[in-house]
C-alpha cells in the first residue's frame, strides 16, 4: 500500500509541476502557479523515500521515479531561485531620502475582518506616506476614520463585493483617476503624486480578480488587468509604481509577461520571498501582494508587516528617485507584445 502511494503521490507533484506550464486560463491549471516552493520541498521528500526504496531492491523502477522528480526539483529550484538572497537583485538598494523618497504600506483587510484597531495600530506605528487597503466596505471606512487628520487627501471607494479601495496619503495627489479597465464592479486607481522635492510620480493602485471557483473560473479577466495596467505604465514617461493584492505570485508566467511588457522591476527579486498570503495557514504561503517599480527608483527597504486580522500580511515599502538608472529590466520580444496585446484584448470581450 505504501508502495502504491509513492507511486501516486510522486505522479501527482510531477504533474503539478510541468501542467502550469499549458499556456491555459482555467483557474484549475492556474493554481499550481502558487506552491511552488512547497511542491519543491514536498519533492525533495518523495525523493528521499524512493532513494530509501533503492536500498532495500534493486528493480530499476525507483531510478526512474528518482531521475523525473530531480529534473522537476531541479525546474522549480530555477523558479524559485531568483527570490532567494542569492538571486540576482532587479533593484539596487539606496539610502532613504525624505526629500525624493515615497514610504507606501499596501495590504488586503479581508473585508469580514473587523479587527480595524490593528489596522489603526499598524498605520500609526509604521507611519507611511501612502497608504492603500483593499476589500474596504462602509464598515472599513469608517473604522479607519482615526488615521484621516494625519492623511488629509484621501480616494475612498467602500464596496461590499470585496473590492473597495481605500486610499490615504499626506502627499498632494495632482491628478487622479477612478477606473474599471476591466469589470464594471471593480476599480483601480491611477494618481499623479507630489513628492517632497517637486517630482511627480504616478501610482497605480489596482486589485484585480482572482482565478477561483464561484468567482471567476479562469484567470482571463485577472491577467488582462496587470498587462493593461503595464502597457499604460511603459506608455508613462514618469517614474510609476504598481501596486496592490495582484491575485497572482511573483514567478507566474502573467507576473513575468507582465514585467517584460511593462519593464518596470520587482524588489523581491534577489531579497527574498517576502510572502503575505496566506497570513493564518504557515506552510501554505506565497508572495500575492506587490509593488513594483519602474527603473528611476532605487529600494531603500521592503518588509511585510505583522497581521492585522486579515488573511493577507500587508506589505511597506520605502522607495526613492535616483539619478542614475541601474535597475535591471525584462525586455519582452515581439512575440511576448502580441501575446500580452491578446490576453488584453481577450479580457475586454469577456467582459463585454
Known amino acids: 500500500m505504501g508502495y502504491i502511494l509513492l507511486r501516486v503521490f510522486s505522479a501527482f507533484f510531477l ?24 511542491k519543491l520541498a514536498i519533492m525533495l521528500v518523495l525523493i528521499a523515500c524512493w532513494i530509501f526504496i533503492v536500498s532495500t531492491e534493486s528493480s530499476p523502477e525507483p531510478y526512474i ?36 523618497g515615497i514610504h507606501i504600506l499596501v495590504g488586503n483587510v479581508y473585508q469580514y475582518n473587523k479587527k480595524f484597531h490593528k ?78 522635492n517637486g517630482e511627480i510620480i504616478t501610482i497605480y493602485a489596482i486589485h484585480p480578480t482572482p482565478p477561483v471557483p464561484g468567482e471567476n473560473d479562469d484567470s482571463t479577466e485577472r491577467d488582462a488587468e496587470i498587462l493593461l495596467v503595464g502597457k499604460k505604465s511603459k506608455e508613462n514617461s514618469k517614474p510609476s509604481l504598481v501596486i496592490g493584492d495582484l491575485n497572482d505570485v ?45 527603473e528611476h527608483f532605487g529600494l531603500a527597504s521592503l518588509k511585510v508587516q505583522s497581521a492585522i486580522g486579515s488573511d493577507h500580511f500587508p506589505i511597506s515599502l520605502k522607495a526613492v528617485l535616483t539619478p542614475s538608472d541601474d535597475t535591471e529590466t525584462m525586455e519582452a520580444d515581439g512575440d511576448e507584445k502580441e501575446e500580452a496585446r491578446e490576453k488584453i484584448n481577450r479580457g475586454r470581450e469577456k467582459e463585454d
Open 65 to 100: 521515479w528518482i531521475s523525473a522528480l530531480t529534473l522537476a526539483s531541479l525546474y522549480l529550484a530555477t523558479k524559485v531561485w531568483p527570490f532567494t538572497p542569492l538571486g540576482k537583485k532587479m533593484i539596487e538598494t539606496v539610502p532613504y531620502s525624505e526629500e525624493a
Open 250 to 294: 511573483a514567478w507566474s508566467y502573467t507576473t513575468e509577461l507582465f514585467l517584460k511588457n511593462s519593464e518596470m522591476a520587482d524588489p523581491r527579486r534577489g531579497r527574498g520571498l517576502f510572502n503575505t498570503f496566506h497570513a493564518k495557514v504557515p506552510l501554505f504561503r506565497w508572495p500575492l501582494d506587490h509593488i513594483f517599480l519602474s
Open 119 to 196: 489596522a489603526v495600530s499598524l498605520v500609526k506605528t509604521v507611519d507611511p506616506d501612502l497608504i492603500f487597503f483593499v476589500e474596504t466596505d462602509k464598515a472599513w471606512e469608517k473604522g479607519l476614520s482615526e488615521i484621516e487628520e494625519h492623511y488629509p487627501t484621501q480616494i475612498k471607494l467602500p464596496m461590499d463585493n470585496t473590492y473597495g479601495l481605500l486610499l490615504y496619503t499626506r502627499m498632494e495627489i495632482v491628478r487622479q483617476e477612478i477606473n474599471y479597465l476591466i469589470d464594471d464592479e471593480i476599480p483601480s486607481l491611477e494618481i499623479d503624486l507630489k513628492l517632497r
Open 15 to 38: 504533474f503539478a509541476t510541468f501542467f502550469p506550464l499549458v499556456k491555459l486560463d482555467y483557474w484549475w491549471v492556474r493554481i499550481f502557479d502558487y506552491p511552488r516552493l512547497q
